[in-house]
């Protein structure tokens, strides 16, 4: 495996959510707006890539036996770092994300790529790895959130992008939105993979 | 025996250095987080009650509120600011609300809320906190408990709890100052 295939595979053929399916819960959750998953897919590849980066620095220092419990500690210490800095110089992202950076913890992506990548790879590699899952993260929080914006409120990035008489369909920005949404996506990718 | 006390060693260790790392970045971040919450509260404050100096008093309920005094002349109240509370439909909702000196609502700011996404967080919108303004004590309702407060279609609820958080402190500030 190469840098550049390690980095490209997270955005389509690895993607994190569609392919892989994992981290829905805060996709599902943060996905109101386009915004919110910009902010949430930024901060969490962020955490990815620092947790990556020490993960496998430590690789050969972690008794197996503990590995997990080391690995939660290494994500838990990014996530509040995220929230303690996020909050004292992006306070307006903040406001918006602070439910759900807490979450960033139990978000299985980040100890889904500690576990299985991280700790068998070097640190340039662990590096790639991060990049291209965070960014295939956050590109498919981009593509749930677009939906989901445009079809329940109408606008797109905060823009108005539909006519005034277009009355939002407000299920699309509630929980069972995320549900459809992912869905209908989910299925789509499946039927654009096989045809090829 | 002595393999798993060496495992929990190793863990104390990560432990040990993880939480030094972050007390060190929470002695830079909190003082900076604090500053900008007060900076918020005072600039939220100006916009409710233009051109008055503010004074903190604490009520004997042990809530605190803000005493508006005009600055050409600091015997005059122009009225009083304080933050009203209550659960909403998920979570506290926060409200700033500025009264005059007979405690009719000069203006109402929500400032911290977490309400579902499209109906009850319709609350931060202008258009709904506007309608507060001028109402004093027995409209501050929502329409369907006899108020004058128009509820935002789908979240009633938050509505109510808006109106009524503010009605209750408006009460607790009266109480206070009633007692002088």
Known sequence: MTFSKELTKGFIKDNPIFILVLGLCPTLAVTTSVVNGLGMGFAATFVLLCSNIIVSMIKGITPSKIRIPVYIVVIASFVTIVDMVMGAYLPGLHKSLGLFIPLIVVNCIILGRAEAFASKNNVLMSIADAIGMGLGFTLSLVVIATVREILGAGTWLGFRVTPLTYDPMLIAILAPGAFITLGFLMALINMVKEKK | ?180
């Open chain 2, 1 to 180: 025996m002595k393999y798993y006390l060496k495992l929990g060693f190793i863990l104390l260790v990560f432990c040990v250095v993880a939480s030094g790392i972050l007390a060190y970045l929470n002695t830079l971040t909190a003082p900076v987080i604090a500053a900008r919450k007060a900076k918020e509260a005072v600039e939220t404050r100006a916009a409710l009650i233009p051109e008055a100096e503010f004074a903190e008093r604490t009520a004997g309920t042990g809530e605190t509120y803000f005493v508006a005094r005009s600055v050409s002349d600091s015997t005059e109240v122009l009225g009083y600011t304080f933050v009203a509370a209550q659960n909403g439909y998920s979570g506290v909702v926060q409200t700033m609300v500025g009264v005059d000196r007979e405690f009719k609502v000069l203006g109402i700011k929500v400032i911290n809320q977490s309400e579902t996404p499209g109906l009850g967080a319709n609350c931060t919108q202008p258009s709904f906190m506007e309608q507060f303004k001028g109402l004093s004590l027995p409209d501050l309702k929502v329409d369907k408990d006899g108020g004058k407060v128009k509820s935002l279609s789908g979240a009633t609820i938050t509505s109510r709890t808006i109106a009524n958080s503010i009605a209750e402190s408006i009460k607790a500030v009266q109480a206070d100052l009633g007692g002088e």
